[in-house]
């Protein structure tokens, strides 16, 4: 039988273009903080993890998980880049019912080798689908980051932490 991705705007969950490198939250290069984490399934791997998400307040060190301690749910994808280039990045926002409903105020934070980006995601609109988080330079190695907490401009929504997938540019 010959299997087909039937739309043609997005990336299948199960592959993905040559070359990219996905980190997903079940990968020693995927790091976590916090206590408030539940699993749900489907996603890349079969299962993502979320937490109920919180209204922003105060300042919080942003893109070190190990800064955290634990302070907020927040997890860092950090691949270990082959070259140094351009790349596109997408977040996986998986679709699974768990009776919480989905953040629309994600706030991925993409450290790059120009600075930083923070991509406000509305998961609702990318369920069971890559979110474009953009095209960034990145060094060769695990200098890049994407990074994502609970933190968002609600509170009580779920907010999913999947894998994210870095695609060369030509």
């Known amino acids: ?90 977040a996986f926002v998986p679709y699974w019912v768990n009776g919480v409903p989905d953040s629309q105020a994600a706030r991925y934070l993409v450290r790059h080798a120009d600075g930083e980006r923070l991509v406000v995601v509305d998961q609702t609109l990318h369920s069971d689908r890559w979110a474009d988080l953009g095209v960034y330079r990145f060094a060769a190695g695990r200098q890049g980051f994407v990074y994502l907490d609970n933190l968002t401009d609600e509170a009580g929504f779920c907010v999913w932490f999947d894998a994210v997938l870095w695609v060369p540019e030509p």
Do not use: M
Not at 15 to 29: E, F, K, N, R, S
């Open 1 to 90: 039988a010959v299997l087909c991705w039937l739309w043609a705007d997005r990336f299948s969950p199960c592959l993905w273009p040559t070359g990219a490198i996905v980190v997903d939250d079940a990968d020693a290069a995927f790091v976590r903080s916090g206590t408030q984490w539940d699993v749900g399934r489907g996603g890349v791997g079969g299962e993502a993890q979320w937490a109920p998400s919180e209204a922003r307040s105060g300042v919080v060190p942003v893109g070190d998980t190990g800064q955290l301690n634990g302070v907020v749910e927040g997890g860092t994808w950090r691949p270990d880049l082959p070259a140094e280039g351009k790349y596109h990045l997408y």
